[in-house]
Each structure stands twice: as structure tokens, then as C-alpha cells.
């Protein structure tokens, strides 16, 4: 299946998904079980959902051909190349590729100058005054491709004020983006960022591409390498068919993709340098397929994960519509792996994350739509027998039931005991990660380095914020596998003493933060230990990076408090749940007894009205597997619970 056809079944099935839990609230509403946190929660979830988006990073040197490749797959019905890729004319940012329905097409590009107010790029986004806006004619092809061009452009500078950028330091005469024309004077990149909304197929199902410059200017835009490139889904390194791995290359995938990216795939290009008439099509192959092990040995990557294509003869060939050129250009190979392995990734990652905030709440919707179903049929049999006894009989049932409900009035009442005091601790344990608390820490660690802003200074900082997180998630994890083992022993004694379902309580899992931590510490110490950031005093570069890592730990710390809130709200909720359920069962039992007890007639009437209860109470049972078959991803009907016969 197509990378398009692909991307567009999966933006199908995030809409069934949204659908499937819209289904549940309106569910939730109808039958008064809806409260104000678990609709905010729903919200929340519907919202993240219309908002996902599939990150794929373009990483690679200069001139590798990043944006030639961008443009055979993602641009070739204009007939044209949009992003500048043509020799000495470049893309000079990083650039940012969506689709935004709220907005017009355009192009924001944010001034270079940016830089020297030590402002990140992800507040400057919520700033549009603050970016130069290009309209986008869609009508006028020629004026996209004219537009597209700005992010080449470039401006000359002093070295001075390249430094004060950050864009030139000591010793450096030039770099990817910075060159050298005059003695006292270089050119450097006009545009810090730019931010594309174009509405291709593929973007408006929720793709997002980042076209990254090489490996200088990522050193040098912290907010690139500690957020925006971990952060995607799957990183694209492109490598040159003739010259393979060269030093920077190496350079790049060891500081940048190698272990801090999620999914990586290489990209042999240039194929086409190796077409030779005088070379039979076995000695390309051989050729070629030495490259390719040879790459995938340097990387420490699976030839799997080596993609050789053309990039410049699949756009030409997509062009002129040559489907044999399409073929030999190989862009479909690299097209079928990210279709077959990316998207299914993602779509996996999204579908844990729907099932851990909603799925275990639907299913315990479910389990005690089918408890009330089962009890209303009991309790129908319960009056049919009742039926044909006498009045001391049915008082010897009544005095039975009401002992049942004292034994487990007490059970309730030593739960909730147990619930409260974990409570406490849990809401004590959160407290440490409160914003002015979390403000104090951060602060404390500025003070650390603010005196040199070197980076001894930084690895001495983040190690000590670091070991404060280490500290927090022990604690938090340690207090959650206790109060794990609680909540498991109290479920088990309401399965065991009172015959409730076997429930399985909401797990607290904060793996991914922790990995995420260390990815951030991992590039720390990947600065620091760059011979370039010790030999020179980089006040700005280092000021910016710590900065950047700093903003990325709040967030993880934040993180971990609300995934942390959300579990200690829900740990015990499908057992709470029950609790009250299994109460009104028991004094509706009780009070149809103490009646049957005055007056054996009465129960003709009360079995007429649990059959209409009963059958309802079958619709939502069916209602519920629908909506849990939506959730679950499942196309085919869902398997409803068995009718009850009449009794």
C-alpha cells in the first residue's frame, strides 16, 4: 500500500477513535454517570486527537539533497521544485511543513536577529508579529516556487555580529551556513525559522515534515536537537551514494540520531551517479550493494534500514510522469518502509495511549453494565422463588440479606479509611511537584551556572537537576508499587468476599519520562564533551542550550505531575464505581424481600418492571462493545453479550 493510501487510513482510524470516544462521553451522559473531571478528561482526549500530528525529521550535511528529496515526495504535481534545491541555493533554516485548516496557506519566517534576544522558537510561535507572512497563491504556481525561494535567502554581516549570533566563533572561517565572502564580512542565513501551511494530502491527514540544516547550525539551535528532533517520529538521515560516510556525516548521526531518536532510516542518495553505460546492471547492483553494507556497518544500523534512491531523478521522473524512471529511481522503496513501519508505529503508540487514559474506563463501563444485567436477572429469579414461599421464609431471606449488608457496610467502611490515607499521601507526594516548588529547583540550578555560563558549569547544573528527577520519579514510583499492592489486596477482598468482578487496576507507568531524562542528560554531556564548546567561551550558545534542556525538563517534570494526578484519581475509581453499584443492589434486594414480606402480590409487578430494566440494561451492554470495538481499532461487529432468556 502507498505511503498517501496508508497515512490516509490512519488519519480514518484516529477519526474512529474520536469518534468512539464521543460515542462514550454522549453514553456517559445519558445514563448519569458523567462528572466534570471525567468529561475534561474526555475533552482533553478528543482534542490531543484532532491535534495529532506524525513527525518526519529530514537530517542531514549540506548538500546531501534533503529538499530535492522533500520535493519528489511531497511537491511533484507542481510540476516543479518548491523547495530551493538547486546548486549554491538552499534551504538555510529549518523549516516546519503542515497543514493548518484554520489558516490561509502561507509561509512565517522568523529574522535571524531573533537569536540575540535569547527567545525560543516555540514561544516566538505563539508571537505572529514577531514573523515576516508570505500568502501562498495556490492558483499560481510560479509565485509558490518564488515565495518557497526566501528560505535561501541570506544576508551579509559582519563576522562581529555573526558571533553575536552565534552563527561564528573564534578560529571558524566558515560553516554550513555561514560563509566567509569579504575579510571582515559573511553571509549567514536570513530566516532563524520558517513555518509552511500548504494543504497536500498527505499534510492534511496530519504529517508534518522538518527539513533540518546541517550540522553547525543544528550546534548552534539548541531547541532543534534537545526538543524538535527527539520529539519526531522518525528521523530521515541522508548520506551521498559516492562518497557514503564522511566524517561530518558520522559526526552528525553520532550527536544527533545515533540512540536519541525514536526511528531512524538511511538514505543512500545520488544513485544515479553510480548509472554508467560502459557498467553492466549486475556491476551497479554489486557496486550499490557494497555501499549499502558498508553504510550499514559504519552506522551500526540493519540493512533494512538503508534505503538507496534518487531523489532528483524520482522528482524529474514524477514530473514528466515516467513511471520506468519512477521505478529505477527507487523513491518507492523508501515510501513502502516509512508505510509499513513508521505509520504502524505511530498508530500503535496512539492506540496505548487512548487505551491507558479511556480504555480500562470503558471496559469497567462494561463489566458493570453486564454486572447489572446479571444482577437484574438474579434478582428476577430471586422473586420467582420468593413467589412461592411463605411469609416466615421470606422474613428468614430478609434477616440473611440484611447480615450480608452489615458485613460489607464494614469492608466499605475500612476501604474508604485505607482510600482517604492514600489520598493523603498521594496529593503530599504531588505537592513536591507543584510550579512554585519546581520554580524554586529550577532557580537554585540557575544560580549554579550563571556565574561562568560555562559548560563545567552547565554539566554541574543539569547533573544536579537530574538527580532531583531521578529522586522525584524513585519516590513516585516507589509510593506507586505500594499503593499498587494496596489497591490489588483491596480488589481481591471485594472479588473474594463478595464475588465482585476481578478488576485490573490503572498502572502508573512513567518509563517513558524517565527515558526521556535521559535523553536529555545524554545530550548534555554530548555538549560539554564537544572539543568546540570546551576550547571557546560561548556565552549565548551555552546560555541558550542550558536554556532549552531546562525548558524540556519542566515539561517532563509536569508531565510525570499530571500522569501521576491522573492515576492517583483513577486508581481506585472502577472499584468505587462497583462499591456504590453493589450497595444499591443490595438495599433494592432488601427492600423487595421486606415487601414481598407484607404483601407476596407486590412481586408481580416488581418482575414486570426488572424485565423492561433488564432489557435496557442489554442495549447498553450492546451500546458499550460498540463503542469498545471503535477504540479497539476493530472494523467488524462487535461480538454482543448473549440474550438473557426470561425467566
Same mark, same amino acid.
Given at each position: 500500500?502507498?505511503?498517501? /493510501?496508508?497515512?490516509?487510513?490512519?488519519?480514518?482510524?484516529?477519526?474512529? =477513535? #474520536?469518534?468512539?470516544?464521543?460515542?462514550?462521553?454522549?453514553?456517559?451522559?445519558?445514563? +448519569?454517570?458523567?462528572?466534570?473531571?471525567?468529561?475534561?478528561?474526555?475533552?482533553?482526549?478528543?482534542? &490531543?486527537?484532532?491535534?495529532?500530528?506524525?513527525?518526519?525529521?529530514?537530517?542531514?550535511?549540506?548538500?546531501?539533497?534533503?529538499?530535492?528529496?522533500?520535493?519528489?515526495?511531497?511537491?511533484?504535481?507542481?510540476?516543479?521544485?518548491?523547495?530551493?534545491?538547486?546548486?549554491?541555493?538552499?534551504?538555510?533554516?529549518?523549516?516546519?511543513?503542515?497543514?493548518?485548516?484554520?489558516?490561509?496557506?502561507?509561509?512565517?519566517? =522568523?529574522?535571524?536577529?531573533?537569536?540575540?534576544?535569547? @527567545?525560543?522558537?516555540?514561544?516566538?510561535?505563539?508571537?505572529?508579529?514577531?514573523?515576516?507572512?508570505?500568502?501562498?497563491?495556490?492558483?499560481?504556481?510560479?509565485?509558490?516556487?518564488?515565495?518557497?525561494?526566501?528560505?535561501?535567502?541570506?544576508?551579509?554581516?559582519?563576522?562581529?555580529?555573526?558571533?553575536?549570533?552565534?552563527?561564528?566563533?573564534?578560529?571558524?572561517?566558515?560553516?554550513?551556513?555561514?560563509?566567509? #565572502?569579504?575579510?571582515?564580512?559573511?553571509?549567514?542565513?536570513?530566516?532563524?525559522?520558517?513555518?509552511?501551511?500548504?494543504?497536500?494530502?498527505?499534510?492534511?491527514?496530519?504529517?508534518?515534515? =522538518? %527539513?533540518?540544516?546541517?550540522?553547525?547550525?543544528?550546534?548552534?539551535?539548541? @531547541?532543534?536537537?534537545?526538543?524538535?528532533?527527539?520529539?519526531?517520529?522518525?528521523?530521515?538521515?541522508?548520506?551521498?551514494?559516492?562518497?557514503?560516510?564522511?566524517?561530518?556525516?558520522?559526526?552528525?548521526?553520532?550527536?544527533?540520531?545515533?540512540?536519541?531518536?525514536?526511528?531512524?532510516?538511511?538514505?543512500?542518495?545520488?544513485?544515479?551517479?553510480?548509472?554508467?553505460?560502459?557498467?553492466? @546492471?549486475? *556491476?551497479?547492483?554489486?557496486?550499490?550493494?557494497?555501499?549499502?553494507?558498508?553504510?550499514?556497518?559504519?552506522?551500526?544500523?540493519?540493512?533494512?534500514?538503508?534505503?538507496?534512491?534518487?531523489?532528483?531523478?524520482?522528482?524529474? $521522473?514524477?514530473?514528466?510522469?515516467?513511471?520506468?524512471?519512477? !521505478?529505477? &529511481?527507487?523513491?518507492?522503496?523508501?515510501?513502502?518502509?516509512?508505510?509499513?513501519?513508521?505509520?504502524?508505529?505511530?498508530?500503535?503508540?496512539?492506540?496505548?495511549?487512548?487505551?491507558?487514559?479511556?480504555?480500562?474506563?470503558?471496559?469497567?463501563?462494561?463489566?458493570?453494565?453486564?454486572? $447489572?444485567?446479571?444482577?437484574?436477572? $438474579?434478582?428476577?429469579?430471586? =422473586?420467582?422463588?420468593?413467589? +412461592?414461599?411463605?411469609?416466615?421464609?421470606?422474613?428468614?431471606?430478609?434477616?440473611?440479606?440484611?447480615?450480608?449488608?452489615?458485613?460489607?457496610?464494614?469492608?466499605?467502611?475500612?476501604?474508604?479509611?485505607?482510600?482517604?490515607? !492514600?489520598?493523603?499521601? +498521594?496529593?503530599?507526594?504531588?505537592?513536591?511537584?507543584?510550579?512554585?516548588?519546581?520554580?524554586?529547583?529550577?532557580?537554585?540550578?540557575?544560580?549554579?551556572?550563571?556565574?561562568?555560563?560555562?559548560?563545567?558549569?552547565?554539566?554541574?547544573?543539569?547533573?544536579?537537576?537530574?538527580?532531583?528527577? +531521578?529522586?522525584?520519579?524513585?519516590?513516585?514510583?516507589?509510593?506507586?508499587?505500594?499503593?499498587?499492592?494496596?489497591?490489588?489486596?483491596?480488589?481481591?477482598?471485594?472479588?473474594?468476599?463478595?464475588?465482585?468482578?476481578?478488576?485490573?487496576?490503572?498502572?502508573?507507568?512513567?518509563?517513558?519520562?524517565?527515558?526521556?531524562?535521559?535523553?536529555?542528560?545524554?545530550?548534555?554531556?554530548?555538549?560539554?564533551?564537544?572539543?568546540?564548546?570546551?576550547?571557546?567561551?560561548?556565552?549565548?550558545?551555552?546560555?541558550?542550550?542550558?536554556?532549552?534542556?531546562?525548558?524540556? /525538563?519542566?515539561?517532563?517534570?509536569?508531565?510525570?505531575?499530571? %500522569?501521576?494526578?491522573?492515576?492517583?484519581?483513577?486508581?481506585?475509581?472502577?472499584?468505587?464505581?462497583?462499591?456504590? &453499584?453493589?450497595?444499591?443492589?443490595?438495599?433494592?434486594?432488601?427492600?423487595?424481600?421486606?415487601?414481598?414480606?407484607?404483601?407476596?402480590?407486590?412481586?408481580?409487578?416488581?418482575?414486570?418492571?426488572?424485565?423492561?430494566?433488564?432489557?435496557?440494561?442489554?442495549?447498553?451492554?450492546? *451500546?458499550? $462493545?460498540?463503542?469498545?470495538?471503535?477504540?479497539?481499532?476493530?472494523?467488524?461487529?462487535?461480538?454482543?453479550?448473549?440474550?438473557?432468556?426470561?425467566?
Amino acid at each position: 500500500m502507498s505511503l498517501e /493510501a496508508l497515512v490516509t487510513r490512519y488519519s480514518e482510524w484516529r477519526e474512529q =477513535l #474520536r469518534v468512539g470516544i464521543e460515542a462514550y462521553h454522549a453514553w456517559l451522559d445519558t445514563h +448519569g454517570h458523567v462528572d466534570i473531571q471525567r468529561s475534561l478528561r474526555l475533552y482533553d482526549l478528543v482534542e &490531543s486527537l484532532r491535534n495529532d500530528r506524525m513527525v518526519l525529521a529530514f537530517l542531514a550535511e549540506f548538500s546531501r539533497g534533503k529538499s530535492e528529496l522533500i520535493n519528489a515526495m511531497f511537491f511533484s504535481d507542481y510540476r516543479q521544485r518548491l523547495l530551493p534545491s538547486s546548486v549554491g541555493r538552499t534551504t538555510m533554516c529549518p523549516t516546519e511543513i503542515f497543514y493548518d485548516p484554520a489558516e490561509e496557506p502561507y509561509i512565517r519566517l =522568523l529574522p535571524i536577529e531573533t537569536r540575540g534576544r535569547n @527567545e525560543t522558537i516555540l514561544a516566538l510561535k505563539h508571537r505572529p508579529q514577531e514573523w515576516v507572512k508570505v500568502r501562498l497563491d495556490l492558483d499560481d504556481r510560479d509565485s509558490i516556487a518564488k515565495s518557497f525561494g526566501m528560505l535561501a535567502q541570506t544576508k551579509n554581516v559582519t563576522i562581529a555580529e555573526a558571533s553575536a549570533l552565534g552563527l561564528l566563533h573564534e578560529g571558524e572561517a566558515f560553516t554550513t551556513t555561514v560563509m566567509r #565572502r569579504r575579510q571582515l564580512r559573511v553571509d549567514i542565513p536570513a530566516w532563524r525559522h520558517a513555518l509552511i501551511n500548504f494543504p497536500h494530502p498527505l499534510l492534511k491527514s496530519g504529517l508534518v515534515i =522538518l %527539513d533540518t540544516p546541517g550540522l553547525n547550525a543544528l550546534g548552534s539551535e539548541p @531547541e532543534l536537537t534537545v526538543s524538535m528532533i527527539p520529539n519526531a517520529h522518525a528521523v530521515l538521515f541522508l548520506l551521498a551514494t559516492d562518497t557514503g560516510v564522511t566524517a561530518s556525516d558520522l559526526a552528525l548521526w553520532e550527536k544527533y540520531v545515533q540512540g536519541r531518536v525514536p526511528r531512524s532510516i538511511v538514505v543512500l542518495n545520488k544513485i544515479d551517479l553510480l548509472w554508467d553505460d560502459l557498467k553492466s @546492471e549486475a *556491476e551497479i547492483a554489486s557496486e550499490l550493494e557494497r555501499q549499502i553494507v558498508d553504510t550499514a556497518r559504519t552506522l551500526d544500523l540493519s540493512r533494512e534500514h538503508v534505503i538507496p534512491l534518487s531523489a532528483q531523478k524520482a522528482l524529474v $521522473a514524477r514530473v514528466r510522469g515516467d513511471e520506468a524512471m519512477i !521505478v529505477k &529511481s527507487r523513491v518507492r522503496d523508501l515510501e513502502s518502509l516509512l508505510a509499513e513501519e513508521i505509520i504502524p508505529a505511530k498508530q500503535e503508540i496512539l492506540r496505548a495511549a487512548v487505551q491507558r487514559e479511556i480504555g480500562t474506563l470503558v471496559d469497567q463501563s462494561l463489566e458493570d453494565a453486564r454486572t $447489572a444485567l446479571a444482577a437484574a436477572t $438474579a434478582e428476577m429469579d430471586e =422473586l420467582t422463588k420468593v413467589s +412461592g414461599k411463605n411469609r416466615e421464609i421470606v422474613r428468614v431471606m430478609l434477616t440473611r440479606l440484611e447480615r450480608e449488608k452489615s458485613v460489607y457496610q464494614s469492608t466499605v467502611a475500612a476501604f474508604r479509611e485505607h482510600y482517604g490515607t !492514600v489520598l493523603k499521601q +498521594g496529593h503530599q507526594m504531588l505537592g513536591t511537584l507543584a510550579d512554585d516548588e519546581l520554580d524554586r529547583v529550577f532557580a537554585d540550578n540557575n544560580k549554579m551556572i550563571e556565574g561562568s555560563w560555562t559548560t563545567a558549569g552547565l554539566m554541574r547544573s543539569m547533573r544536579g537537576l537530574f538527580d532531583r528527577f +531521578g529522586g522525584y520519579s524513585n519516590s513516585m514510583l516507589e509510593f506507586a508499587n505500594t499503593t499498587t499492592d494496596f489497591v490489588d489486596g483491596v480488589y481481591r477482598t471485594f472479588h473474594e468476599q463478595h464475588k465482585f468482578p476481578q478488576l485490573q487496576p490503572p498502572q502508573l507507568n512513567l518509563q517513558k519520562h524517565v527515558v526521556r531524562m535521559g535523553q536529555l542528560k545524554q545530550s548534555t554531556e554530548v555538549f560539554c564533551s564537544d572539543p568546540v564548546n570546551v576550547a571557546f567561551p560561548k556565552f549565548m550558545v551555552v546560555r541558550n542550550f542550558y536554556e532549552q534542556l531546562a525548558n524540556e /525538563a519542566r515539561t517532563v517534570f509536569r508531565l510525570v505531575r499530571a %500522569d501521576f494526578e491522573t492515576w492517583l484519581g483513577s486508581a481506585l475509581v472502577p472499584l468505587s464505581d462497583q462499591i456504590r &453499584s453493589h450497595q444499591r443492589l443490595l438495599e433494592r434486594r432488601i427492600a423487595n424481600i421486606r415487601k414481598a414480606s407484607d404483601d407476596i402480590g407486590a412481586l408481580t409487578s416488581r418482575h414486570k418492571v426488572l424485565a423492561q430494566e433488564r432489557e435496557k440494561l442489554q442495549q447498553q451492554v450492546d *451500546e458499550l $462493545a460498540q463503542i469498545q470495538s471503535l477504540l479497539e481499532g476493530r472494523t467488524d461487529a462487535p461480538d454482543p453479550s448473549p440474550p438473557v432468556p426470561d425467566v
